[in-house]
């Protein structure tokens, strides 16, 4: 009987290891899935339109903050990517606290890499579609809506993997708090 009980009492943390390493990789499979389609949502926005007899072509090439954008997605993925095979060479051995601190950065850092990407872009776009009257600048995405459409879901998509990376911050930070000096 007493075996039965040492049992029982072994198995939570196991089954909750298992149920965070789950949790993790999902996280980090759907923060991959998002930035990969809003990257390839912005690399692909494009739109030419003729007003007034002048031919106006809008791609995300043309703005160094939709740049920026782009290639902060591309290093979200690609951080996505590196931490999904972290896990899955490190993760059957079991993570000890040290290595989820230094997941923790890595998380970190990804999140606000993206988190600032996406705060540029949203400022172009709520400029592009609303414009600045006291700097003279007039909406644009009343001429380019196709192309304003697309930024604006491919911003969206990438405030998404924003959440998800701020979750695995959250969890990381959480598991790393166990460190022993």
Known sequence: MESFDAK????????????????????RIMATAFT???????????????VFGIEMDARYSYSPIFKFFAF?????????????????????KGLEPKNYFYMFLHDLIAMALLLAGCAAATAVGYVGKYGEMHSGWMPICDHVSK????????????????????????ISANQSRQIQV
């Open 72 to 92: 902060a997605n591309i290093i979200g993925c690609a951080f996505s990517v590196m931490s999904l095979f972290l896990f899955s060479v490190l993760g059957h």
């Open 8 to 27: 029982n009492m072994q198995s939570p943390p196991l089954k909750c290891y298992k149920y965070l390493l789950g949790t993790q990789i999902m996280l």
């Open 36 to 50: 990969l389609a809003s990257t390839w949502i912005i690399l692909t926005s494009k739109q030419t339109v003729t």
């Open 147 to 170: 192309f304003c459409h697309k930024v604006t879901n491919s911003v969206m998509l990438s405030y998404f993997a924003v959440l998800f990376y701020l979750c695995l911050t959250i």
